[in-house]
């Protein structure tokens, strides 16, 4: 499975942007796809997750909870990440990741459950 991810870039404080993650050669209808990310000298963390049910789930960064909404488009596939009123503290790069298999049914998946990645987008709010 290959991911590519877009739409990242330098934005000022309070705007938005909307991240894609482009999936290519997945097989089987059983999935989880993922947003995480990465600020310099942090560790990675989740951010919002959809399954192939539509089932979405947000990971443990309390602070994205309302602005940011994660969504899907089955037929390309393609997933989205609509983040809005955006601040420094959203500045990382962002990493789209892929779990085949899995569901989010008992909550949001771990970044070890998840055996593809892309190479990420960067996001920078000053």
């Known amino acids: 499975v290959q991911l590519v991810e877009s739409g990242g870039g330098s934005v000022q404080t309070g705007e938005s942007l909307r991240l894609s993650c482009a999936a290519s050669?997945?097989?089987?209808?059983?999935?989880?796809m993922s947003w995480f990310r990465q600020a310099p000298g942090k560790e990675r963390e989740g951010i919002q997750a959809?399954?192939?049910?539509?089932?979405?789930?947000?990971g443990k960064v309390d602070s994205v909870k309302g602005r940011f909404t994660i969504s899907r488009d089955n037929e390309r596939p393609t997933m989205y990440l609509q983040m809005n009123n955006l601040t420094p503290e959203d500045t990382a790069i962002y990493y789209c990741?892929?779990?085949?298999?899995?569901?989010?049914?008992?909550?949001?998946?771990?970044?070890?459950?998840?055996?593809?990645w892309g190479r990420g987008t960067q996001v920078t709010v000053s």
């Open positions: 990741a892929f779990a085949p298999g899995l569901t989010l049914w008992r909550g949001f998946l771990g970044a070890d459950d998840h055996k593809f």
């Open positions: 050669g997945a097989t089987g209808s059983t999935y989880t």
């Open positions: 959809i399954d192939n049910d539509g089932r979405t789930r947000y």
